[in-house]
């Protein structure tokens, strides 16, 4: 079945490429497709020829849209419109979302499907709108409301933070806060309506309109409560009423939806704990899975695929080079005249790797996608998924696992940086097991070791050793076969809290599947002042070559 996903950056959009990963899965954003322009609709959706359109696209900024009316018509009811008609045209399956937002608030029981919408702001007036286009024109539609949307933050230009993250956020500068308790309604964990949009998909149910918020509601003031509780942070709050915080768009005071077509979803507070605390997850009962996430890769059986990924880890918080990375990220600092990132990014490309993850920290998720946008330009296709915290360089495959699935993975670090070496070989003989480089350093002391035989054999491999037992660092680039996910799954946080790579090869190496190739050329970490600026150096002298026409690259590894 082949899929396409409109919205794919937003915070939907990213669960929903998640739980259809068995598919054919099409991923476009706003730079794909302007779901407003008819004609590109259907000149791109024709050609693509789907089974499924899932429309996650929207303009949600409630206040705004008192003044942007027209424009927040244009998105929530003029979109949703050209993609229903392409659907109906193509004769497949058309999934939009809704709002709680469209009913106006006045009934205490809550909002069943066939309640009479009657929306108070512009706002649901333009969700309803969407509504009642996709009904005109027919199909094979479902029309999904939720509401209070949250979960891993969406890496789309411009996207707003979901309430808990903004009091996630708060809770770290403030002791008191002031939270409405009014306006009852059902957060909606986006990984659960990922899942519940697949069911309702997979188990053809009649087409029309669904609710599918968690169970229960709650005010504000309670949702702030149950996440300062789960966060274990001893916040005083104060319930206050709507009037203290005045807001261009009317709220609805009640807008629980009530799901009647389908076994509820679990409660928001189990929810709201698996988002917040991971380690305290809840896991849906098998009767309630509509697929597996997870594919199961077991360490002793090889990958069948011969598919290479790429991954670039970009995220850190780049320490060494403050105070500049208290502004940005490191990998996105200059490195003569592009971006440090853009380094490793065309070190994947050209060895002929056209599927790439960049995984980024939170705070800078929507520069990196400025100035990277969705690869097409560079003739790749970039995936974004966010590193909320540092934890270790094999977490970076964990992020990436529906990513990686069967396939083979290269991972380099956004902050190394070759020149005159070429990896094209290196990553397209890669069959399975593990790969690592070598790099004769002065200083192998302060760096992961490789030692090897005269045939490339490796023997160990240690980290920052005070006695080396070679003069070769490995440098951040790793192929790995998909194996990999549950190697690293498995490997225990360090004395500082995490996981080493180290860890990683010694697995390989332990099942005699690891071999180490040896780097031309330069190599910076240029995660100091000093590298950086080598780095810089190093790149505008091989610039002033090409231009001057001179093709000897001296070939000197350095750090």
């Not at 705004?64 to 193509?90: F, M, T, Y």
């Not at 929810?271 to 597996?292: G, I, Q, V």
């Not at 790099?439 to 006695?467: A, M, Y």
């Not at 950086?532 to 000897?552: D, H, M, P, R, W």
Request: charged share 25%; with cysteine.
């Amino acid at each position: 079945m082949k899929i396409l996903i409109i919205g794919a950056k937003g915070m939907l959009g990213q669960e929903l490429a998640k739980v259809f990963v068995d598919s054919e899965v099409h991923l476009w954003d706003r730079e794909e497709v302007d779901i407003t322009d008819r004609d590109s609709v259907f000149t791109k959706i024709k050609a693509l020829a789907p089974n499924v359109v899932i429309n996650s696209a929207a303009y949600n900024a409630v206040d705004q849209a008192e003044e942007e009316s027209d424009l927040a018509h244009l998105v929530n009811a003029v979109g949703p419109k050209n993609l229903a008609e392409v659907a109906r045209d193509l004769n497949c399956v058309f999934v939009h979302y809704s709002s709680d937002y469209v009913f106006d608030g006045t009934n205490v029981a809550g909002y069943i499907e066939t309640d009479t919408p009657n929306p108070i702001s512009e706002y649901g007036r333009s969700k309803l709108a969407g509504e009642r286009f996709v009904q005109t024109v027919g199909g094979q539609y479902y029309i999904i409301r939720l509401s209070r949307l949250f979960g891993r933050p969406a890496v789309s230009d411009g996207a707003k933070k979901s309430f808990i993250d903004v009091m996630r956020e708060l809770a770290e500068t403030k002791d008191e806060l002031q939270v409405v308790n009014e306006e009852v309604s059902c957060p909606t964990y986006a990984p659960d309506l990922a899942l519940q949009t697949k069911k309702i998909i997979d188990s053809q149910l009649p087409y029309g309109i669904y609710h599918a918020a968690n169970s229960n509601a709650c005010t504000w003031y309670q949702l702030a409560e149950e996440t300062f509780k789960i966060l274990n942070k001893n916040i005083r709050l104060i319930p206050v009423s709507g009037d203290t915080f005045p807001r261009p768009a009317k709220r609805p005071a009640y807008s629980e939806v009530k799901n009647t077509k389908l076994a509820p979803i679990r409660s928001w507070q189990d929810a709201l704990r698996d988002y917040l605390n991971p380690s305290l997850s809840f896991t849906p009962p098998e009767s309630e899975r509509s697929a597996p996430i997870n594919r199961p890769i077991n360490i002793t059986q090889k990958s069948t695929s011969n598919n290479m990924k790429g991954i670039v880890l970009a995220g850190g918080k780049g320490t060494r080079l403050n105070p500049l990375t208290k502004i940005t990220s490191k990998q996105l600092l200059p490195v003569f005249n592009k971006a440090m990132v853009m380094y490793p990014i065309e070190t994947l490309i050209k060895a002929g790797i056209k599927d790439i993850l960049i995984i980024v920290a939170p705070d800078y998720a929507g520069d990196f996608l400025r100035l990277l946008g969705s690869g097409k330009e560079l003739g790749v296709k970039f995936t974004y998924e966010i590193q909320d915290e540092p934890k270790g360089l094999p977490e970076a495959f964990i992020i990436g696992e529906n990513f990686i699935g069967d396939d083979n993975v290269t991972l380099i670090l956004g902050d190394n940086i070759f020149f005159g070496h070429d990896f094209t070989d290196d990553i397209r003989s890669f069959d399975s097991g593990g790969r690592i480089f070598a790099v004769h350093v002065p200083d192998p002391e302060r760096f992961g070791v490789v030692e090897f035989d005269s045939d490339l054999k490796v023997l160990s491999i240690e980290e920052k050793p005070q006695k080396p037992k070679s003069s070769y660092a490995v440098p951040g680039v790793y192929i790995y076969d998909n194996r990999v996910i549950n190697i690293a799954k498995g490997v225990k946080p360090t004395w500082r809290a995490e996981t080493d790579i180290v860890e990683v090869h010694k697995a390989y190496l332990g099942l005699n599947e690891l071999d180490v190739r040896m780097v031309r050329g330069s190599w910076y970490d240029a995660g100091t002042f000093e590298s950086l600026l080598q780095a810089s150096n190093e790149a505008a002298t091989q610039e002033y070559k090409k231009q001057i026409g001179v093709n000897n690259d001296v070939f000197i590894n350095k750090k």
